[in-house]
């Protein structure tokens, strides 16, 4: 089983700074990818990033603002999230796509949660 802990949410002004961190650990799987979600109050969860064997990919909302890494030595994820907006307010949740047989030719789909922390942006 693949357990996923989110941590760093909280409270930030407009044009502010938060890093969100997402400790992956369990039984290790294929490494089908890892990203971070989203959900604002009366909206559909959305994918916020991801990273693939290296390759990353954005919303459009956060490009060239927010910077997904992580630290697989150490089964770290992480989301730079910088020049925050009001709209950025909303649940965030790492993501995570583990295979036992492989990852296959199949984009991310991930099927382990974490439990979510809220990022509050105040004007």
């Known amino acids: 089983q693949v357990e996923l802990m989110e941590f760093g949410g909280g409270s930030v002004q407009a044009g502010g700074s938060l890093q969100l961190s997402c400790l992956i650990t369990?039984?290790?799987?294929?490494?089908?990818?890892t990203g971070w979600y989203r959900q604002a109050p009366g909206k559909e969860r959305e994918l916020v990033s991801s990273i693939k064997g290296g390759v990353t990919t954005y919303a459009d909302s956060v490009k060239g603002r927010f910077t997904i890494s992580q630290d697989t030595a150490k089964s770290i994820l992480f989301l730079q999230m910088n020049s925050m907006k009001t709209e950025d307010t909303a649940v965030y949740y790492c993501?995570?796509?583990?295979?036992?047989?492989?990852?296959?030719?199949?984009?991310?789909?991930?099927?382990?949660w974490g439990q979510g922390t809220q990022v509050t942006v105040s004007s």
């Open positions: 369990g039984n290790y799987f294929s490494d089908c990818g």
């Open positions: 993501a995570a796509d583990r295979r036992a047989g492989g990852c296959g030719p199949y984009p991310f789909r991930p099927n382990f």
